[in-house]
């Protein structure tokens, strides 16, 4: 059954509700941006690296009102909506736009916030069976500025990528940025296992600063697996041992196969572990 409520400003108020006009920002200009979440039996994981992140864009796009979007603020909503939906494990989206009038230029910075919740069968994060197949997105690289790090609400590249990915029969493309490294997945964050050492596309290169990449990053140094942030060329992916993606509604996902190149998943799995431990 879909769920029947959202939080709107601070309202709980019925899913199918008409909330916003034409001149809504985040409609207009893309002007705003969004943290994806995983609430499991009924609580939120990962509220104060969720908090972190959503204060750190909100106050880089200068939307009023960061300070008050902290983990007590996330938890007390999603928990909230949760309960009204009678939802103990779902996926989250939480959207915060500005609230303004005014074309390019807003006439204010005041905060506006949509969440929302889908319910998720899963008690817990399960490694998928069978691996993804995928392939290099190259038709339109990631630019590289700080807007690159945000979740912002102009998602076009992913849009695009991800028409590539369905037109392709692929289950998830690789990202490139504008200097034709690695960047993500559609997405994902991306991991990559090569000569017994985990890399990961640092935030330089352009990649979202996902929660679940700071959790596995953490989880691997915990267990004694090295890790480098680094500029990741793609032809990593045809040596490679093994390659996972990350992100915080699925947790970590293994990949099977780039082109003709198969990989195995006994990082992924063993990282999965101890992240269920959390």
């Known amino acids: 059954m879909p769920p029947v409520y959202i939080n709107f400003n601070g309202e709980i108020l019925p899913a199918d509700s ?5 001149a809504n920002r985040a409609f207009r200009y893309g002007d ?9 039996k009924g609580k939120l994981k990962f509220p104060e690296l969720h908090a972190e992140r959503l204060q750190k864009g909100m106050k880089a796009l200068k939307i009023d009102g960061y300070s ?4 007590w603020f996330l938890k007390e909503k999603v928990e909230e909506l949760a309960r009204r939906n009678k939802i103990k494990h779902g996926r989250l989206r939480l959207t915060v736009f500005r609230d303004a009038e005014g074309l390019y230029t807003p006439t204010q910075n005041k905060m506006a916030y949509c969440l929302e919740i889908q319910p998720i069968d899963e008690p817990r994060y399960f490694l998928n069976e069978r691996g993804l197949i995928m392939d290099v997105y190259t038709e339109l690289p990631k630019p590289l500025n700080w807007l690159s790090n945000i979740k912002t609400c102009n998602s076009l590249i992913y ?3 991800g028409i590539y990915k369905q037109q392709n029969k692929l289950d998830d493309v690789f990202l ?4 034709r490294f690695l960047c993500e997945a559609n997405s994902s964050n991306i991991f990559v296992w090569y000569q017994n050492h985990l890399y990961t596309p640092a935030l330089s290169e352009g990649c979202v600063e ?18 480098t942030e680094a500029q990741i060329n793609p032809e990593i992916l045809n040596a490679a041992d093994e390659v996972f993606l990350t992100n915080a509604t699925k947790g970590i996902q293994w990949v099977m196969g780039y082109g003709v ?12 572990d101890e992240l269920n431990k959390l």
């Open 68 to 71: 008050q979007a902290d983990s």
């Open 159 to 161: 849009v695009m990528a």
């Open 18 to 22: 008409i909330l916003l006009t034409i």
């Open 261 to 272: 190149k198969r990989y195995f998943n006994r990082i992924s799995k063993a990282l999965m």
């Open 32 to 40: 705003g941006l969004f943290e994806s979440m995983r609430v499991m």
């Open 176 to 179: 490139i940025n504008q200097n």
């Open 210 to 227: 996902g929660v679940m990449r700071r959790v596995v990053i953490q989880l691997a140094l915990d267990n004694n697996i090295p890790v």
